[in-house]
């Protein structure tokens, strides 16, 4: 598995551009990508997959983790570009104008390996990938919680990795069972979780790929 890291607070390559937001890829083996999310501005979302050399029409699947604008104010503009991926989103949430949308409440396997943890506290889901070290949790703001998230995502599989925002989170041994943490985005504790975690927390960034 590969996860590119497209829509960040901060950027780990020249060419790409930073921004308050979060995007990036998912990409199994043998089969097309899914996009986490969509930043805050459209232009710097398909910009920065031009450099990363990703094609926006190979992708047929978008998650959305919830409706701030940071996370799907690239939306509409991608969707001018990809006029058929499916947009699989939290299912409170009312999208207008876009063709295919699935709003998910409960977990529910979205494609083989990877699945959603369901609509958590009625606001944001979260991805999980099953890979062969483990299942590898993708958040976008873990506005319900990292606690919430983790044993929602753990029905799944063993929690391996955990990977994107997580806001004001300070409950730092929810996190000694993991392997890989990479803490992006909104994270406000980003040097406490690095202190407690040397060995295992790796820094984001829009260009980062994380291969598991």
């Not at 992708?59 to 058929?84: E, M």
């Amino acid at each position: 598995m590969k996860i590119t890291i497209i829509y960040d607070n901060e950027s780990c390559k020249e060419d790409l551009k930073s921004d308050w937001g979060f995007s990036c890829l998912a990409e199994m083996e043998d089969i097309p990508g899914i996009l986490f999310d969509t930043g805050a501005s459209g232009s710097i979302l398909l910009s920065n997959m031009k450099n990363l050399n990703i094609e926006p029409n190979s992708i047929p699947k978008v998650f959305i983790s919830h409706n701030h604008w940071d996370h799907v104010g690239g939306l509409s503009d991608f969707l001018k570009v990809n006029k058929s991926a499916k947009i699989y989103v939290p299912g409170s949430y009312k999208y207008s104008g876009i063709r295919e949308v699935i709003g998910i409440k409960k977990p529910l396997e979205i494609q083989a390996n990877v699945f959603s943890t369901g609509e958590l506290k009625g606001i944001e889901q979260s991805m999980a990938v099953r890979t062969e070290k483990g299942i590898a949790v993708i958040a976008g703001c873990s506005h319900p919680g990292v606690g919430n998230i983790l044993k929602a995502a753990s029905k799944f599989g063993k929690v391996y990795a955990l990977i994107g925002g997580l806001h004001g989170f300070n409950e730092f041994d929810l996190l000694k069972e993991l392997e890989l943490i990479c803490p992006c985005h909104c994270t406000q504790y980003r040097s406490e979780i690095k202190e407690h975690y040397p060995d295992k927390c790796i820094d984001g960034g829009a260009g980062k790929i994380i291969s598991l």
